[in-house]
Protein backbone atom coordinates (compact mmCIF):
# COMPACT_ATOMS: atom_id res chain seq x y z
CA UNK A 1 0.00 0.00 0.00
CA UNK A 2 2.80 2.52 1.13
CA UNK A 3 4.29 1.69 -2.22
CA UNK A 4 1.18 2.17 -4.44
CA UNK A 5 0.49 5.67 -2.78
CA UNK A 6 4.11 7.23 -3.64
CA UNK A 7 4.17 5.78 -7.08
CA UNK A 8 0.55 7.62 -7.14
CA UNK A 9 1.86 11.01 -5.75
CA UNK A 10 4.91 10.64 -8.31
CA UNK A 11 2.58 10.43 -10.99
CA UNK A 12 0.56 13.20 -9.21
CA UNK A 13 3.33 15.68 -9.37
CA UNK A 14 4.63 14.81 -12.43
CA UNK A 15 0.90 15.70 -13.88
CA UNK A 16 0.85 19.06 -12.40
CA UNK A 17 4.45 19.72 -13.35
CA UNK A 18 3.25 19.11 -17.05
CA UNK A 19 0.27 21.18 -16.37
CA UNK A 20 2.16 23.75 -15.44
CA UNK A 21 4.35 24.25 -18.33
CA UNK A 22 1.11 23.68 -20.41
CA UNK A 23 -0.71 26.70 -19.35
CA UNK A 24 -3.93 27.63 -21.22
CA UNK A 25 -3.84 30.87 -23.64
CA UNK A 26 -6.87 31.95 -22.04
CA UNK A 27 -5.97 34.60 -19.23
CA UNK A 28 -8.57 36.24 -17.21
CA UNK A 29 -8.02 39.96 -15.86
CA UNK A 30 -10.11 42.21 -13.56
CA UNK A 31 -9.57 44.91 -15.69
CA UNK A 32 -8.68 44.89 -19.57
CA UNK A 33 -5.29 45.76 -20.50
CA UNK A 34 -4.39 48.96 -23.21
CA UNK A 35 -1.99 47.94 -25.99
CA UNK A 36 -0.14 49.91 -28.65
CA UNK A 37 0.45 47.53 -31.02
CA UNK A 38 2.41 49.12 -33.43
CA UNK A 39 5.36 49.53 -30.32
CA UNK A 40 4.57 45.88 -29.16
CA UNK A 41 3.52 47.42 -25.75
CA UNK A 42 1.27 46.43 -23.26
CA UNK A 43 -0.01 48.44 -20.02
CA UNK A 44 -1.28 46.02 -16.97
CA UNK A 45 -3.49 48.36 -14.83
CA UNK A 46 -4.50 46.16 -12.16
CA UNK A 47 -4.02 45.84 -8.11
CA UNK A 48 -0.64 43.84 -7.67
CA UNK A 49 -1.35 41.19 -4.48
CA UNK A 50 1.58 42.64 -1.94
CA UNK A 51 1.50 39.61 0.40
CA UNK A 52 2.14 37.32 -2.72
CA UNK A 53 4.84 39.58 -3.93
CA UNK A 54 6.10 39.34 -0.56
CA UNK A 55 6.13 35.85 0.09
CA UNK A 56 7.62 34.89 -3.68
CA UNK A 57 8.60 37.67 -5.37
CA UNK A 58 10.59 35.73 -8.39
CA UNK A 59 7.22 33.28 -9.00
CA UNK A 60 4.90 36.08 -8.51
CA UNK A 61 7.09 38.21 -11.15
CA UNK A 62 7.59 35.43 -13.71
CA UNK A 63 3.77 34.78 -13.60
CA UNK A 64 2.53 37.68 -14.10
CA UNK A 65 4.84 38.15 -17.07
CA UNK A 66 3.88 35.41 -18.24
CA UNK A 67 -0.06 36.16 -18.32
CA UNK A 68 0.36 39.75 -19.76
CA UNK A 69 2.97 38.27 -22.51
CA UNK A 70 0.04 36.00 -23.43
CA UNK A 71 -2.60 38.30 -23.81
CA UNK A 72 0.03 40.55 -26.12
CA UNK A 73 0.31 37.66 -28.25
CA UNK A 74 -3.40 37.23 -28.69
CA UNK A 75 -3.73 40.25 -29.51
CA UNK A 76 -1.50 40.19 -32.30
CA UNK A 77 -2.72 36.90 -33.81
CA UNK A 78 -6.20 38.76 -34.40
CA UNK A 79 -4.42 40.77 -37.03
CA UNK A 80 -4.87 40.35 -40.33
CA UNK A 81 -1.94 38.62 -41.99
CA UNK A 82 0.31 38.80 -45.33
CA UNK A 83 1.75 36.37 -47.12
CA UNK A 84 5.17 38.09 -48.80
CA UNK A 85 7.55 35.21 -50.23
CA UNK A 86 5.81 32.28 -48.94
CA UNK A 87 6.19 33.65 -45.67
CA UNK A 88 3.19 34.31 -43.48
CA UNK A 89 3.94 37.81 -42.01
CA UNK A 90 1.17 40.50 -39.82
CA UNK A 91 1.58 44.01 -40.80
CA UNK A 92 1.29 46.04 -37.14
CA UNK A 93 -0.50 49.07 -37.35
CA UNK A 94 1.23 52.85 -36.53
CA UNK A 95 2.26 53.29 -32.78
CA UNK A 96 0.36 55.73 -30.00
CA UNK A 97 2.86 56.04 -27.42
CA UNK A 98 5.01 59.15 -28.13
CA UNK A 99 8.90 58.17 -27.38
CA UNK A 100 11.53 60.17 -26.48
CA UNK A 101 13.72 60.94 -29.32
CA UNK A 102 17.40 60.34 -28.87
CA UNK A 103 18.09 64.13 -30.31
CA UNK A 104 16.52 67.17 -29.76
CA UNK A 105 13.99 68.70 -32.19
CA UNK A 106 14.85 70.32 -34.95
CA UNK A 107 14.83 74.00 -35.28
CA UNK A 108 12.35 75.86 -37.30
CA UNK A 109 13.35 77.27 -40.43
CA UNK A 110 13.59 81.34 -40.92
CA UNK A 111 11.06 81.96 -43.48
CA UNK A 112 12.13 84.83 -45.86
CA UNK A 113 10.19 87.88 -46.86
CA UNK A 114 8.88 85.91 -50.12
CA UNK A 115 8.66 82.42 -48.38
CA UNK A 116 5.90 84.49 -45.56
CA UNK A 117 4.05 86.01 -48.53
CA UNK A 118 3.54 82.75 -50.61
CA UNK A 119 2.58 81.40 -47.55
CA UNK A 120 0.28 83.75 -46.62
CA UNK A 121 -1.31 83.99 -50.44
CA UNK A 122 -1.28 80.57 -51.03
CA UNK A 123 1.22 80.49 -53.68
CA UNK A 124 2.89 77.52 -54.20
CA UNK A 125 6.40 76.68 -56.55
CA UNK A 126 5.65 74.86 -59.49
CA UNK A 127 8.11 73.56 -62.11
CA UNK A 128 8.13 75.89 -65.29
CA UNK A 129 9.21 74.68 -68.33
CA UNK A 130 12.31 76.02 -70.37
CA UNK A 131 10.29 77.76 -73.47
CA UNK A 132 6.69 79.52 -73.74
CA UNK A 133 4.96 79.48 -76.78
CA UNK A 134 4.25 83.50 -77.90
CA UNK A 135 1.31 83.66 -80.04
CA UNK A 136 2.35 86.32 -81.36
CA UNK A 137 5.46 85.24 -82.97
CA UNK A 138 3.95 81.81 -83.30
CA UNK A 139 6.90 80.12 -81.96
CA UNK A 140 8.95 78.69 -78.80
CA UNK A 141 10.51 81.56 -77.31
CA UNK A 142 12.87 80.42 -74.03
CA UNK A 143 12.17 81.78 -70.55
CA UNK A 144 15.67 83.64 -70.41
CA UNK A 145 18.88 84.00 -72.26
CA UNK A 146 20.10 86.01 -75.54
CA UNK A 147 17.09 84.06 -77.50
CA UNK A 148 14.66 85.53 -75.04
CA UNK A 149 15.96 89.20 -75.71
CA UNK A 150 16.17 88.66 -79.66
CA UNK A 151 12.31 87.79 -79.86
CA UNK A 152 11.68 90.70 -77.42
CA UNK A 153 13.15 92.76 -79.75
CA UNK A 154 11.57 91.34 -82.49
CA UNK A 155 8.33 91.46 -80.75
CA UNK A 156 8.67 95.38 -79.85
CA UNK A 157 10.31 96.89 -83.18
CA UNK A 158 7.66 99.68 -82.78
CA UNK A 159 7.30 101.19 -78.93
CA UNK A 160 4.73 103.41 -78.23
CA UNK A 161 5.16 107.09 -77.18
CA UNK A 162 3.09 109.34 -75.06
CA UNK A 163 1.55 112.53 -76.36
CA UNK A 164 2.44 114.51 -73.65
CA UNK A 165 5.61 113.04 -73.77
CA UNK A 166 9.18 115.21 -74.42
CA UNK A 167 10.57 115.23 -77.73
CA UNK A 168 14.04 114.17 -76.37
CA UNK A 169 12.28 111.38 -75.05
CA UNK A 170 13.96 107.92 -76.15
CA UNK A 171 11.70 105.28 -74.92
CA UNK A 172 13.57 102.44 -75.83
CA UNK A 173 16.80 103.39 -73.07
CA UNK A 174 14.12 104.48 -70.87
CA UNK A 175 12.62 100.71 -70.90
CA UNK A 176 16.34 99.24 -70.30
CA UNK A 177 16.74 101.59 -67.33
CA UNK A 178 13.72 100.61 -65.71
CA UNK A 179 14.68 96.79 -66.67
CA UNK A 180 17.80 97.58 -64.97
CA UNK A 181 16.53 99.01 -61.51
CA UNK A 182 14.26 96.44 -61.37
CA UNK A 183 17.05 93.88 -61.46
CA UNK A 184 19.43 96.08 -59.02
CA UNK A 185 15.78 96.32 -56.75
CA UNK A 186 15.68 92.69 -56.63
CA UNK A 187 19.31 91.79 -55.63
CA UNK A 188 19.02 94.18 -52.75
CA UNK A 189 16.15 92.65 -51.45
CA UNK A 190 18.27 89.34 -52.03
CA UNK A 191 21.13 90.41 -49.94
CA UNK A 192 18.26 91.68 -46.93
CA UNK A 193 17.18 88.29 -46.87
CA UNK A 194 20.37 86.60 -46.63
CA UNK A 195 21.40 89.07 -43.97
CA UNK A 196 18.22 89.05 -41.57
CA UNK A 197 18.24 85.12 -42.07
CA UNK A 198 21.65 85.15 -40.80
CA UNK A 199 20.91 87.23 -37.66
CA UNK A 200 18.50 85.15 -36.80
CA UNK A 201 20.15 81.83 -37.23
CA UNK A 202 23.71 83.08 -36.10
CA UNK A 203 25.51 80.06 -34.15
CA UNK A 204 27.02 81.65 -30.86
CA UNK A 205 30.83 79.99 -31.13
CA UNK A 206 33.68 80.09 -28.13
CA UNK A 207 35.83 81.65 -30.25
CA UNK A 208 35.09 84.94 -31.87
CA UNK A 209 37.07 86.71 -34.42
CA UNK A 210 34.53 89.01 -35.48
CA UNK A 211 36.32 92.63 -35.56
CA UNK A 212 35.51 95.43 -32.78
CA UNK A 213 35.30 98.98 -32.65
CA UNK A 214 38.45 98.53 -29.53
CA UNK A 215 39.62 95.15 -29.00
CA UNK A 216 41.29 94.47 -25.88
CA UNK A 217 44.81 92.72 -25.41
CA UNK A 218 43.32 89.50 -25.02
CA UNK A 219 41.28 89.57 -28.00
CA UNK A 220 44.16 90.56 -29.95
CA UNK A 221 46.59 87.66 -28.30
CA UNK A 222 43.85 85.29 -28.78
CA UNK A 223 43.36 86.02 -32.54
CA UNK A 224 47.15 85.85 -32.71
CA UNK A 225 47.26 82.50 -31.44
CA UNK A 226 44.45 81.25 -33.28
CA UNK A 227 46.23 82.23 -36.61
CA UNK A 228 49.57 80.74 -35.36
CA UNK A 229 47.96 77.69 -35.14
CA UNK A 230 45.97 77.68 -38.40
CA UNK A 231 48.58 75.45 -40.13
CA UNK A 232 49.12 71.79 -40.69
CA UNK A 233 51.70 71.56 -38.45
CA UNK A 234 49.46 73.59 -35.72
CA UNK A 235 51.70 76.16 -35.61
CA UNK A 236 55.06 74.20 -34.43
CA UNK A 237 57.20 75.28 -37.56
CA UNK A 238 55.38 78.47 -38.37
CA UNK A 239 58.06 81.03 -38.01
CA UNK A 240 57.60 84.22 -35.67
CA UNK A 241 57.83 87.89 -36.61
CA UNK A 242 60.26 90.32 -36.26
CA UNK A 243 59.90 91.88 -32.43
CA UNK A 244 56.99 89.53 -31.81
CA UNK A 245 56.71 88.45 -28.16
CA UNK A 246 56.79 84.61 -27.66
CA UNK A 247 52.85 83.65 -28.12
CA UNK A 248 51.64 81.78 -25.16
CA UNK A 249 49.69 78.45 -25.35
CA UNK A 250 46.33 78.88 -23.52
CA UNK A 251 46.86 75.71 -21.01
CA UNK A 252 44.25 73.75 -19.73
CA UNK A 253 42.92 73.24 -16.24
CA UNK A 254 44.07 70.47 -14.06
CA UNK A 255 41.60 68.20 -12.98
CA UNK A 256 42.43 66.90 -9.12
CA UNK A 257 40.63 63.88 -7.75
CA UNK A 258 37.52 64.35 -5.25
CA UNK A 259 38.40 65.08 -1.83
CA UNK A 260 35.30 62.71 -1.23
CA UNK A 261 35.30 59.70 -3.40
CA UNK A 262 35.94 55.73 -4.36
CA UNK A 263 37.39 54.61 -1.47
CA UNK A 264 38.45 51.58 -2.81
CA UNK A 265 40.31 53.42 -5.79
CA UNK A 266 41.90 56.16 -3.29
CA UNK A 267 43.39 52.94 -0.84
CA UNK A 268 44.61 51.33 -4.41
CA UNK A 269 46.69 54.40 -5.32
CA UNK A 270 48.16 54.51 -1.75
CA UNK A 271 49.22 51.32 -1.92
CA UNK A 272 50.77 51.64 -5.49
CA UNK A 273 52.69 54.14 -3.95
CA UNK A 274 53.87 52.66 -1.02
CA UNK A 275 55.20 49.71 -3.11
CA UNK A 276 57.38 52.17 -5.38
CA UNK A 277 58.98 53.65 -2.45
CA UNK A 278 59.84 50.15 -1.07
CA UNK A 279 60.63 48.76 -3.84
CA UNK A 280 62.86 51.50 -5.87
CA UNK A 281 66.06 50.37 -6.76
CA UNK A 282 68.26 52.78 -9.28
CA UNK A 283 68.14 51.71 -12.72
CA UNK A 284 71.04 50.18 -14.25
CA UNK A 285 71.88 51.22 -17.88
CA UNK A 286 73.56 48.22 -19.38
CA UNK A 287 74.61 49.62 -22.59
CA UNK A 288 76.25 52.68 -20.62
CA UNK A 289 78.06 50.60 -18.13
CA UNK A 290 79.97 48.90 -20.31
CA UNK A 291 80.89 51.48 -22.81
CA UNK A 292 81.99 53.01 -19.27
CA UNK A 293 84.07 49.91 -19.11
CA UNK A 294 85.50 49.57 -22.39
CA UNK A 295 86.85 53.12 -22.21
CA UNK A 296 88.69 52.83 -18.64
CA UNK A 297 92.76 52.94 -19.51
CA UNK A 298 93.38 49.38 -17.95
CA UNK A 299 90.91 47.76 -19.84
CA UNK A 300 91.90 45.80 -23.02
CA UNK A 301 89.53 46.87 -25.41
CA UNK A 302 90.83 50.45 -24.98
CA UNK A 303 91.51 52.34 -27.76
CA UNK A 304 93.87 55.20 -26.20
CA UNK A 305 97.72 55.15 -26.86
CA UNK A 306 98.73 52.62 -24.21
CA UNK A 307 96.82 49.31 -22.58
CA UNK A 308 98.79 49.26 -19.31
CA UNK A 309 98.18 51.52 -16.42
CA UNK A 310 100.78 54.33 -16.62
CA UNK A 311 103.30 55.20 -13.38
CA UNK A 312 103.08 58.02 -11.52
CA UNK A 313 106.40 58.84 -12.69
CA UNK A 314 105.81 58.30 -16.21
CA UNK A 315 102.67 60.87 -15.52
CA UNK A 316 105.01 63.50 -14.45
CA UNK A 317 106.95 63.73 -17.09
CA UNK A 318 104.19 63.51 -19.49
CA UNK A 319 102.87 65.94 -17.32
CA UNK A 320 106.49 68.06 -17.97
CA UNK A 321 106.50 67.69 -21.93
CA UNK A 322 102.97 69.19 -21.67
CA UNK A 323 103.92 72.15 -19.78
CA UNK A 324 107.14 73.59 -22.51
CA UNK A 325 104.85 72.30 -25.13
CA UNK A 326 103.77 75.28 -26.10
CA UNK A 327 99.92 74.32 -26.59
CA UNK A 328 97.29 76.37 -27.71
CA UNK A 329 95.55 75.93 -24.37
CA UNK A 330 96.76 78.80 -22.36
CA UNK A 331 96.32 76.85 -18.88
CA UNK A 332 99.86 75.44 -18.96
CA UNK A 333 101.50 78.71 -19.51
CA UNK A 334 102.89 77.75 -23.01
CA UNK A 335 103.86 80.14 -25.44
CA UNK A 336 102.74 79.42 -29.22
CA UNK A 337 105.49 78.23 -31.46
CA UNK A 338 107.69 77.65 -28.48
CA UNK A 339 110.58 75.10 -28.44
CA UNK A 340 110.49 72.23 -27.05
CA UNK A 341 113.31 69.89 -24.89
CA UNK A 342 114.62 73.37 -23.11
CA UNK A 343 113.85 71.89 -19.96
CA UNK A 344 116.20 71.63 -16.53
CA UNK A 345 118.88 68.74 -17.25
CA UNK A 346 117.99 65.87 -15.12
CA UNK A 347 120.66 64.36 -12.44
CA UNK A 348 122.88 62.17 -14.11
CA UNK A 349 122.15 62.69 -17.50
CA UNK A 350 122.80 64.90 -20.60
CA UNK A 351 121.49 68.09 -20.77
CA UNK A 352 119.51 68.29 -24.41
CA UNK A 353 119.90 71.54 -25.14
CA UNK A 354 122.63 73.08 -27.64
CA UNK A 355 126.09 73.22 -26.80
CA UNK A 356 128.11 76.49 -26.12
Known amino acids: MMAASIVQNVLLKAAEDEAEKLKSIQVDKVVELEYDLGNLLA ?24 DNVQLLINQIFQLPTLKV ?8 PAGTTRLPRAKPAPKEKVLSKWEKYAKEKGITKRKKSKATWDEELKKWVPRFGYKKALAEKEKNWVVEVPGNANDSMDPIALRKTK ?36 PTIDQLNRSVFIAHTATASVGKFQPNLKEQKPILKSGQKR ?66 KRKHKGAKDKKFGGKKGGSAGRGPAKKGGKRTGNKN
Do not use: C, W
Not at 192 to 208: D, E, L, P, T, V
Open 43 to 66: YDINDIDVNQLRSDKEAFLANLSR
Open 85 to 92: DNEVVIKL
Open 255 to 320: HFDPLVGDLKKETTKSLDILDKLKNKKPKLDIEKAVNRELNQPGSLDYKGKGIEKKSKTQLKKDLG
Open 179 to 214: KQESVAKNELQRLRNISARMQKSKAKSKISLEPTER
